[in-house]
Protein backbone atom coordinates (compact mmCIF):
# COMPACT_ATOMS: atom_id res chain seq x y z
CA UNK A 1 0.00 0.00 0.00
CA UNK A 2 1.31 3.50 -1.04
CA UNK A 3 0.62 6.33 1.02
CA UNK A 4 0.97 9.54 -0.03
CA UNK A 5 1.43 12.18 2.60
CA UNK A 6 1.15 16.08 1.77
CA UNK A 7 0.24 19.79 3.32
CA UNK A 8 3.18 20.55 5.10
CA UNK A 9 5.21 23.56 4.76
CA UNK A 10 6.92 26.45 6.98
CA UNK A 11 4.64 28.63 9.96
CA UNK A 12 4.90 30.89 12.09
CA UNK A 13 4.42 29.89 15.73
CA UNK A 14 0.62 30.02 16.45
CA UNK A 15 -0.55 28.98 12.89
CA UNK A 16 -2.08 26.43 11.48
CA UNK A 17 -1.42 23.88 8.92
CA UNK A 18 -3.54 20.65 7.26
CA UNK A 19 -1.91 17.68 6.74
CA UNK A 20 -3.40 14.86 4.04
CA UNK A 21 -2.92 11.73 3.83
CA UNK A 22 -3.87 9.36 0.92
CA UNK A 23 -3.93 5.87 -0.92
CA UNK A 24 -4.50 5.65 -4.74
CA UNK A 25 -6.50 2.81 -5.16
CA UNK A 26 -7.00 1.74 -2.01
CA UNK A 27 -9.91 2.35 0.18
CA UNK A 28 -9.00 3.68 3.26
CA UNK A 29 -12.44 2.73 5.12
CA UNK A 30 -10.47 -0.38 5.42
CA UNK A 31 -7.26 0.94 7.51
CA UNK A 32 -6.86 2.43 10.83
CA UNK A 33 -4.53 5.71 10.30
CA UNK A 34 -1.63 6.86 12.76
CA UNK A 35 0.43 10.38 12.28
CA UNK A 36 3.47 10.02 13.08
CA UNK A 37 6.63 12.16 13.73
CA UNK A 38 10.49 12.80 13.90
CA UNK A 39 12.65 15.75 15.03
CA UNK A 40 16.34 15.75 13.59
CA UNK A 41 17.80 13.57 16.57
CA UNK A 42 15.38 12.40 18.22
CA UNK A 43 12.87 8.91 17.79
CA UNK A 44 10.10 8.81 15.98
CA UNK A 45 6.78 9.39 18.25
CA UNK A 46 3.22 9.15 17.97
CA UNK A 47 1.17 11.96 17.09
CA UNK A 48 -2.87 10.63 16.79
CA UNK A 49 -4.52 7.90 14.92
CA UNK A 50 -8.13 7.29 13.89
CA UNK A 51 -10.13 4.24 13.60
CA UNK A 52 -11.68 2.85 10.16
CA UNK A 53 -14.99 4.16 10.72
CA UNK A 54 -13.84 7.71 12.39
CA UNK A 55 -15.33 7.22 15.91
CA UNK A 56 -12.11 6.61 17.84
CA UNK A 57 -9.24 8.51 17.94
CA UNK A 58 -5.93 8.91 20.13
CA UNK A 59 -3.41 11.90 20.48
CA UNK A 60 -0.73 12.20 22.10
CA UNK A 61 -0.71 14.16 25.45
CA UNK A 62 1.40 16.94 23.57
CA UNK A 63 -1.02 18.08 20.26
CA UNK A 64 -4.27 17.29 22.16
CA UNK A 65 -6.02 19.73 21.99
CA UNK A 66 -4.19 21.05 19.23
CA UNK A 67 -4.28 19.01 16.43
CA UNK A 68 -7.24 17.02 15.41
CA UNK A 69 -7.61 13.86 13.12
CA UNK A 70 -10.29 13.27 10.93
CA UNK A 71 -11.01 11.08 8.09
CA UNK A 72 -13.32 11.16 4.97
CA UNK A 73 -13.79 7.45 4.08
CA UNK A 74 -15.25 8.97 0.40
CA UNK A 75 -12.49 10.56 -0.44
CA UNK A 76 -9.82 7.80 0.84
CA UNK A 77 -8.38 10.47 2.90
CA UNK A 78 -7.19 11.20 6.42
CA UNK A 79 -6.36 14.68 7.80
CA UNK A 80 -4.37 16.21 10.65
CA UNK A 81 -5.47 19.55 10.97
CA UNK A 82 -3.05 21.52 13.51
CA UNK A 83 -3.24 24.59 14.98
CA UNK A 84 -1.79 26.43 17.89
CA UNK A 85 1.58 25.18 16.20
CA UNK A 86 4.64 25.78 18.08
CA UNK A 87 8.26 25.70 17.45
CA UNK A 88 8.56 22.22 19.13
CA UNK A 89 5.82 20.90 16.31
CA UNK A 90 9.04 20.82 14.00
CA UNK A 91 9.17 17.39 12.42
CA UNK A 92 8.82 15.23 9.60
CA UNK A 93 5.28 14.07 9.82
CA UNK A 94 4.26 10.38 8.16
CA UNK A 95 1.01 8.57 7.98
CA UNK A 96 1.15 4.92 8.80
CA UNK A 97 -2.00 2.59 7.74
CA UNK A 98 -3.05 -1.05 8.68
CA UNK A 99 -5.85 -2.99 8.09
CA UNK A 100 -8.17 -4.14 11.04
CA UNK A 101 -11.40 -6.05 11.91
CA UNK A 102 -12.72 -3.92 14.29
CA UNK A 103 -14.29 -0.54 12.82
CA UNK A 104 -13.55 1.45 16.07
CA UNK A 105 -9.74 -0.06 16.73
CA UNK A 106 -7.25 2.48 17.59
CA UNK A 107 -3.65 1.93 17.42
CA UNK A 108 -0.76 3.66 18.76
CA UNK A 109 1.90 1.58 18.84
CA UNK A 110 4.19 2.09 15.31
CA UNK A 111 5.60 -1.05 15.31
CA UNK A 112 1.60 -2.31 14.41
CA UNK A 113 1.67 -0.26 11.57
CA UNK A 114 2.62 -2.13 8.28
CA UNK A 115 2.28 0.90 5.25
CA UNK A 116 3.88 4.19 5.96
CA UNK A 117 4.11 7.28 3.59
CA UNK A 118 7.50 9.59 2.22
CA UNK A 119 6.67 11.90 4.60
CA UNK A 120 6.10 15.69 5.02
CA UNK A 121 8.13 18.63 6.35
CA UNK A 122 6.39 20.50 8.93
CA UNK A 123 8.74 23.57 10.37
CA UNK A 124 7.12 25.90 12.62
CA UNK A 125 9.03 29.80 13.21
CA UNK A 126 9.47 30.98 16.49
Known amino acids: VQLQASGGGLVQAGGSLRLSCVAPGRTVSNYCVGWYRQAPGKEREFVAAISRNGDSTAYADSVQGRFTISRDNTANTVHLRMDSLKPEDTAVYYC????????????????????WGQGTQVTVSS
Open 96 to 115: AAQIVFRPSEVRVDGSRYDY
